[in-house]
């Protein structure tokens, strides 16, 4: 079974411009989960989307959104790119069931964002 | 706010010993906590959980302690070997199924 993948793997943008990154999940995974990895503050939720819906949302500005597709996979934006915005990004997959308790989380390799 | 955190950012050990890495959480109404392993250039992958009724569980060379009364889980590898190198997290169950990470520990093994 494919494990999740993620696109692209590198990528490098100037301040104000935005960026689009894409997650696709296990197979049969209808939960994708969003993280920001960074040196200073670690691995940080974003948010998750089940079924085309976003199910939970963290503590970042507005910039950051995402959607779900009907196949499940995931795109997640981030306008007005900031130096700030740096960071590893990854992506987990679920079952999903029920939003209240634990699904064991598979997690892509990441997509490195780079903001000069 | 909710946050889980590390006492250690580094960990250097010889193989064969055994390591322990440790982490504090902050919600004692937290009831599932689970250990991840990222190695260079890989996503975190799932090493032990334990849930909130436990004490203690054991994996294949791997344990993790749990002590709701200070709030502390603990890590411990058996007889660790190089291919344990790696960055630990342990992360907590937040409302809503969420993860919450605590900033990791980089645990070097030295030959």
């Known amino acids: 079974k494919a494990g999740v993948t993620q696109t692209p793997r590198y990528l490098i943008k100037t301040r104000g411009q935005q960026v689009t990154l894409s997650c696709s999940p296990i197979?049969?995974?209808?939960?994708v989960s969003w993280y920001q990895q960074t040196p200073g503050q670690g691995l940080q939720f974003l948010f998750e989307?089940?079924?085309?819906?976003?199910?939970n949302k963290g503590n970042f500005p507005g910039r950051f959104s995402g959607r779900q597709f009907s196949n499940s996979r995931s795109e997640m934006n981030v306008s007005t790119l900031e130096l700030g915005d740096s960071a590893l990004y990854l992506c987990?997959?679920?079952?999903?069931?029920?939003?209240?308790?634990?699904?064991?989380?598979?997690f892509g390799p990441g997509t490195r964002l780079t903001v000069l | 706010g909710e946050s889980v955190g590390l006492h250690l950012p580094t960990l250097s050990v010889q193989e064969g010993d055994n390591s322990i890495i440790n982490c504090a959480y902050s919600?004692?109404?937290?009831?599932?906590f689970i250990w991840y392993k990222q190695e260079s250039g890989k996503g975190p992958q799932f090493i032990i959980d334990?849930?909130?009724?436990?004490d203690k569980r054991q994996g294949q060379r791997v344990t993790v302690l749990l002590n709701k009364t200070v709030k502390h889980l603990s890590l411990q590898i058996a007889a660790t070997q190089p291919g344990d190198s790696a960055v630990y997290f342990c992360?907590?169950?937040?409302?809503?199924?969420?993860?919450?990470f605590g900033q990791g520990t980089e645990l070097s093994v030295k030959p």
């Open positions: 919600n004692s109404a937290s009831d599932y």
């Open positions: 987990a997959s679920s079952k999903g069931l029920a939003a209240n308790t634990y699904n064991e989380q598979f």
């Open positions: 989307y089940f079924s085309e819906t976003q199910r």
């Open positions: 334990i849930r909130s009724n436990m």
């Open positions: 197979s049969g995974h209808r939960s």
């Open positions: 992360a907590e169950k937040a409302q809503g199924g969420k993860l919450i």
